[in-house]
């Protein structure tokens, strides 16, 4: 998903807007035959926008023209060719935004004066996204990555670069006073700043952390003091450059192994819960729970996806085709969860399949 959806950048997602505020979500294709279909269900539920904001008598001329030029901007910035599996699309007075996601969401046009972000949000807790750091003596990277990609990150100072040229070294050469180059001191000062740097990344938006380079620029690096607790080092050096491909593919691994850890403790999580009698096991006792604000961890299968239709204050499945139907309620729960504070942890298919697919452990 680009760019990165930072709590920032969801918190002025979802400012009231002046109305109207339209939002266009819709499900994409990655490969053919069935991406063919993208551009003719784009078209399409532009139209619809359209119609529902011709017809709308709260929407003056000024600003339904103003709308729809920005639509008319964000599709034009819309690239089906690299989709995800998902597009959502948001415009309002002077403003546009487009978005793609690795999940399936929903087909829909909502007109309101807040933009519907749950299928964002939703999107962006599955793809649980990570640093990697990325060192050598002359240049310090740092790359924003999820399970399928990373892309350097260019923001707070990053990445560091310095000539490794010493104007004194043939004289120091001469008398032995030339250090090796993840002794000197320039060396030292020059990763102690890129340190200091990540720190700040770190404390604004914290994720996993993988630190990428040679068993000596690691092992500086660790001298100059803990960088938070389950960073994974990776002794991978000539990385600091990239390119963004090779960055990810040697945190795979490590990616790979954290996901089945994270897993695990997540099943034993609910188990203890459970004996706790604070557990809540399947979409409808999930969705009360999160309603009271009860759930301390959500868990969700990464391919979830189920239609429900309330009934009275319980959730029922539905098929498609009924006129109540809710399709993307386990969205829904997973924006209220985060909402109340809850940690959100999805876990690869068939994890939970004694817990119904979604599961919570409760405060109380």
Do not use: C
Not at 96 to 121: I, Q
Not at 122 to 133: C, N, R, S, T
Not at 262 to 285: C, N, P, W, Y
Request: aromatic share 4%.
């Amino acid at each position: 998903m680009d760019p990165v959806l930072s709590s920032d950048v969801l918190g002025r997602l979802r400012q009231p807007r002046p109305y109207p505020a339209v939002s266009l979500v819709m499900p994409t294709h990655r490969r053919e035959p069935d991406d063919s279909q993208d551009p003719v269900r784009l078209r399409n539920l532009v139209a619809e926008a359209e119609k529902a904001l011709n017809a709308d008598p709260d929407v003056t001329r000024e600003r339904r023209l103003d709308v729809l030029a920005q639509l008319d901007q964000a599709v034009k910035d819309v690239d089906l060719v690299h989709a995800e599996d998902g597009l959502v699309i948001y415009a309002a007075p002077g403003e546009h935004h487009v978005w793609t996601v690795a999940r399936a969401v929903p087909e829909r046009v909502v007109v309101a004066d807040t933009f519907l972000t749950r299928n964002l949000v939703a999107a962006g807790a599955a793809e649980q996204p990570y640093w990697a750091l990325a060192v050598a003596a002359d240049r310090v990277s740092l790359w924003s990555g999820d399970a399928e990609r990373a892309a350097e990150a260019t923001d707070d100072g990053f990445p560091l670069t310095r000539s490794l040229e010493d104007p004194d070294a043939e004289r120091k050469e001469r008398i032995g006073d030339l250090p090796s180059t993840f002794q000197d001191e320039a060396t030292r000062q020059f990763l102690r700043d890129a340190h200091e740097r990540l720190r700040r990344v770190l404390a604004a938006d914290p994720r996993p952390l993988y630190v990428v380079g040679s068993a000596a620029a690691l092992a500086l690096l660790e001298e100059l003091g803990p960088l938070g607790a389950g960073t994974v080092t990776i002794q991978h050096g000539g990385l600091a450059a990239g390119p963004a491909a090779a960055v990810h593919e040697a945190v795979t691994p490590s990616l790979a192994a954290r996901q089945a850890a994270t897993a695990s403790t997540v099943v034993a999580e609910l188990d203890v819960a459970r004996g706790q009698k604070q557990f809540a096991g399947g979409i409808d006792e999930v969705w009360q729970a999160v309603k009271q604000g009860r759930v301390r961890l959500l868990a969700v299968e990464d391919d979830y996806r189920t239609v429900v239709r309330e009934k009275g204050d319980h959730l029922e499945l539905a098929t498609a085709d009924d006129p109540a139907a809710r399709d993307d309620m386990v969205d829904e729960i997973v924006e209220q969860a985060l909402e109340t504070g809850a940690e959100v942890r999805f876990v690869p298919g068939d994890t939970l399949v004694d817990q119904q697919r979604i599961a919570a452990a409760l405060r109380y």
